[in-house]
């Protein structure tokens, strides 16, 4: 099937039963095809479905039974054509996949066409176009960007997709469907094809209009058949009416004249009392300034008084701090004086003591020196004899024995009878000899280890003396390090506390100063608050609780906070913006809304309004270049960001010099004008204005927050540097206390170890000296037994010379000599010891005398006395002097530290009364001036009040004049000027001559000549309405039959059109035969309209007269049909009458 608009694509789908298969075959007169198909979740297409490519010819689709051929086929139609418009919400639930798996929500169809050719007016080679379908949603998109359906449905009509022709898609058994029909469903499905639905809907559409067009006509001559019969009465009453109408122009000219005359004077007493209201005004604007002057210095002076009294108080308690610290610190220096006295009184005690001991313990040192001298040259001689004695005691031991043994000797010739007994006894007395000889070696032996090891610890105790002599030295300076170390840091345990008694003093000062600041702040913020309803300040604290409690970003807290100005626009700011000054800033609405929620669900009070700055537009600002008027959001001081909310604020808004520039302005700029007294001209007209309190100015209390809330973070900076700096402080102290205590520590330890070693030494000295006392005897009794060894060895020897020799009764000759020498020489050693003895006692006493004299006496005194030095030492009363010295200095630096602080706060003290004298002054002053405006102001406002009483009579009287005037209506026109020469009194009386005649005239309809005007205007304006409804229903009837030609034209073209291509078709199916299309008419007689074999159209003859015999029928085309010959006749050549 073609369109019947050549210009127009026509494809045609046909779909064959065998295998269910789908065959899709397009063809197109020019370039524009479908390219691609992408189907998701339509019907069985659950995931994206991409079908491609597609051929610009035909395109045949085949697959299985339940493959998706038909919903491929419904998809494409779900984007082209009106059968799946104005579903319910059933129906197109029915279009989702409703598989197995997660729920389908919705689905979408996009076709992409070829628009090489630029088919589509779209410069682009390829144009989608897709529709997405949910439960409640159905949405059209072009090239990815949502559309407008109308849009979609205009784009397709203009590439010749036209609803008028549904047939660019050809259904299955849409063929076989019309081969089969009947010659009415032809003849429609022609007309259809043909596009004629138009052309009826718009004939009825005209039918509709032409029924509407008689309604009118015949109700307007309705109405014209009233106006005549009306008009006809009121000719009869316009005589009478016109002499009344002559008393009436007079008597509303008197009127008039006198109620001008009225107004006139009424307007000049006006004039005089604005005279006088605006001198009285200016005075009062002068006064009120004044006012202003005195109010702003009186709140200066009070803020001033309060701060010098709080300076004061301040001061005050630093005073009596300074008094108490003086107090302790002269306590501390009298102290101190008396300790450095003590301890001078008891250095110079110490001194004479030194002194003293000194020289008693250098006379000792020469006397120990003397009589140790005197005992060194007693003892070598004391020596000598002592070790002769003990020689010639030896020898006489030795002569003795011998002399013995030779005795014996020469009693064994007496004692035994034989030798064999002899010889017994010799044997025997020889073993016990050798046993005792054993004995004695062994005690040898044991005498020396013990002589060894007493010799070995007295050397190691001397040793051991010297290394403690060496060490309590190390311990002694020790000492006197760690009390210069002591000293050393309790003076800087001082310094440290008193720079911390410093920072206290002005951590004190900056409590006070922060307590004032908060007092300031909180009764600003108390004015702000009381500037505000108690909704929004209700509703601020709510937002602040919910943006604390749930940590909510974004908000930039009310406007007033987010802009600073100059104090001389405070007053148009202000006014300006109203509570909008309140309004919140917050980033986003959804922000906003958040904060909402959480408010009602809390069930917060309060009234809150926000300014979510992604919804809020901001014009360009328009700098203004007038030195009269100046744009206010350019007097404005706020973060960028700020600035929609700032421009939807204060955007609009100019201020100026006084009220003529804002009213120019206003016109001029088409923009609100403010002057900086808060007087407002709107730009639609409205003036407002008048006294505005700036005692109570809300951007002024909000100045002093910011202010204080700065001032407040500053000083409370100033208090963490000061607490951190009093925590190192803190810190240092406690570090230098631990070390003070270290150091203490120390100093006890090491006292008591040096009196531990002081009591080791003198106990290691008497050990020392009693183990060399215990030496000598050892050594003696050493000697002793080893010459009585060798006796018992001698002896011995001589028994064994004895053994196996013959007794003998008597000595023989030699014993005998040896027996006598023997005796002479005992005699000998006897004499030589007794001489020596006598020397050795006479020089031991000398040496035990010189011995103990040294040893318990002199040697002992000179310890004591090295003891008392020593003590005197460690108690180094020079060094606690130099402490005491350092820390009486340092107190007395401190107390004229103090002092001069002191004289410093007494002079502060001195100036802040002085200056809280001179604020009394001024305040007195400033408030008489005060109270002279004031009264004076209340006396120019009674005054204003009695002027503002008699302007209000006068505006009243004013106003009746002007509605009394307003009330007469149109005037003649020489109503102006013509009584005017007349005094009010002549016009009272020919006014009340005139309605005297007027009373004559009570009877006439006074309505009579308008009602006949305003009837003859209605007849007019009605016969022209006649007129012009009778040329629409005349062009009504022409579009009629227009439309009715066109529709006839348009079947007519494209019965050729299809018979043509039917004739082609068939000769290609039937290559011998030969077939036409004929349209018949219902006329008898009248020969059918025949299509021929080479294509030409009829003549217009025929068409018009087959429009004109198809019309008159009423649409009833029964006896009309569409018929074709059968292919079973097709091979025979084609009758006459077929």
Known sequence: LFWRDPDACAPSVGLTNYQKSCHLSTVWEFRMYIKQVIIQGFRSYRDQTIIEPFSPKHNVVIGRNGSGKSNFFLAIQFVLSDEFNHMRPEERQQLLHEGTGPRVVSAYVEIIFDNTDNRIPIEKEEVSVRRVIGAKKDTYHLDGKMVPKADIMNLLESAGFSRSNPYYIVKQGKINQLALAPDSQRLKLLREVAGTRVYDERKEESKTILAETEGKRGKIEEMLQYIEERLSTLEEEKEELKAYQELDKQRRSLEYTIHDKELRDTREKLEQLEEARQGNKEGSKERHDKVVEAQAQIETLEREHKDVTSNMHTTSSEREQLREEDQELVKQRAKLEFDVKD???????????????????????????????????????????????????????????????????????????SVQERDVWIKKEAKSLSSSIQSKDEQTRKLRCEVEELKQKVANQEQELKERGDDSEQRRSAMEKTNKEH?????????????????????????????????????????????????????????????????????????????????????????????????????????????????????????????????????????????????MIEQLQYDPIFLPAISQVFGKTLICRDMDKASQYSKSENQDCITLEGDQVSRKGALTGGYYDTRMSRLEQQRLVNEHTSRLAEIEREKAELRQQLEDLDGQVTHILGEIQKVETKQVQLRETYERQKLDVRLLTQELQSNKKALEPKERMLVNVESDMQSMQSALAALQGELGTEMQSQLDSGDQREVEKLTEDIQSLQQQIRSCLAARTQMESQKNTLDNLLSNNLIRRKDELAREIEELSLVDRRQQLEMQTASFEHICGSIEQTRSRLEEVEAAIDACTRRLKEIDASLDKWKAVEKENQDAINEEAKTMEKLAGKRSFLLKKKEESMKKIRELGSLPADAFDKYQNLQLSQLWKKLEKCNRELKKYSHVNKKALDQFVLFSDQKVSLIERKEQLDRDYQAILELMEVLEQRKHEAIQLTFRQVAKNFSEVFVELVPQGKAQLTMQRAVDGAPPVEEEEDGEEEDEDGEEESSEEETSENSSHSSESFSELSSSRAVSPPREDA
């Open 487 to 631: 000293a050393q840091l309790k003076i800087k345990r001082d310094d440290l506390t008193n720079q911390r008694k410093e920072l206290w003093r002005k951590e004190a000062a900056t409590d006070q100063s922060l307590q004032t600041i908060r007092d300031e702040l909180s009764k600003a913020e108390r004015n702000l608050r009381g500037t505000m309803g108690k909704a929004i300040s209700r509703g601020l604290d709510s937002v602040k609780k919910v943006v604390e409690e749930r940590k909510v970003t974004g908000v930039y807290g009310p406007l007033i906070e987010n802009f600073k100005c100059e104090p001389r626009v405070f007053t148009a700011v202000e006014v300006t913006a109203g509570s909008r000054l309140f309004h919140i800033i917050v980033d986003s609405d959804k922000t906003a809304s958040q904060i909402l929620s959480q408010m009602n669900k809390q069930k917060l009070p309060g009234e809150v309004t926000f300014l979510p700055l992604n919804k809020l537009q901001s014009s360009p600002i328009q700098h203004s270049t007038s030195r009269d008027a100046l744009l």
């Open 343 to 417: 301890l001078e009184e008891g250095m110079a005690e110490d001194q004479k003591k030194r002194e003293q001991y000194q020289r008693e313990l250098a006379q000792l040192d020469g006397e120990i020196r003397q009589k140790q001298a005197e005992l060194n040259n007693i003892m070598p001689q004391y020596q000598q004899h002592k070790n002769q004695e003990e020689r010639l005691g030896s020898r006489l031991k030795g002569c003795e024995q011998r002399r013995s043994e030779l005795f014996a000797k020469q009693g064994r010739g007496q004692q035994f009878s």
